[in-house]
């Protein structure tokens, strides 16, 4: 593969570890003192929502942070028109994402009416924003060493 693919690459992982809530495998991505900094965007006035050090702490918000998906529920995190940069062993991304609750429905007793077909649940899209990570190759691997999330909607935190 080729560097630009390897850095989406590591968005890639990044956006699954988020859906699947995997602490260890969000904190393999990030270089041990890796930050995270979320900011919500108005009109392009920036505020600060929050920030993360070190991998194991950034690992442990998508477990601790994010909301449990519900019963027959699932997310799933798109990026997409990926801007990357390479210059040398340092990468950046700057992508747009699009975050989708999914729901399906719980299967009646006795089976499903006649006539219906088909996928059975909800897909709604939830979260929109930007990614803009910034990554650093350390012994061939790709890490995010700081990444910047860009909300297009305000969040509300766990215990903020």
């Known amino acids: 593969m080729s560097d630009r693919s390897d850095v989406i690459e590591v968005l890639a992982r990044y956006v699954r570890a988020a859906d699947h809530r995997d602490p260890k495998a969000m904190a393999?991505?990030?270089?041990?003192d890796a930050t995270?900094?979320?900011f919500?965007?108005?009109r392009s006035a920036q505020t600060k929502l929050g920030e993360l050090s070190g991998a194991e702490?950034?690992?442990?918000?998508?477990?601790?942070?994010?909301?449990?998906h519900p019963e027959r529920g699932w997310s799933h995190h798109t990026t997409f028109d990926h801007i990357v940069t390479i210059n040398g062993d340092e990468a950046a991304i700057d992508a747009q994402f699009i975050v989708y609750n999914t729901v399906g429905l719980e299967r009646p007793i006795g089976g499903w009416p006649a006539g219906v077909s088909g996928a059975q649940g909800t897909i709604t899209p939830i979260e929109s924003g930007y990614y803009r990570p910034r990554l650093r190759r350390v012994n061939g691997s790709?890490?995010?060493?700081?990444?910047?999330?860009?909300h297009d909607l305000?969040?509300?935190?766990?215990g903020a």
């Open 28 to 32: 393999d991505i990030f270089l041990p």
């Open 57 to 68: 702490t950034i690992g442990n918000a998508v477990r601790d942070m994010m909301a449990p």
């Open 36 to 38: 995270v900094e979320i």
């Open 154 to 158: 305000p969040m509300a935190f766990p």
């Open 40 to 42: 919500y965007s108005n």
């Open 142 to 150: 790709w890490r995010i060493a700081r990444h910047v999330i860009v």
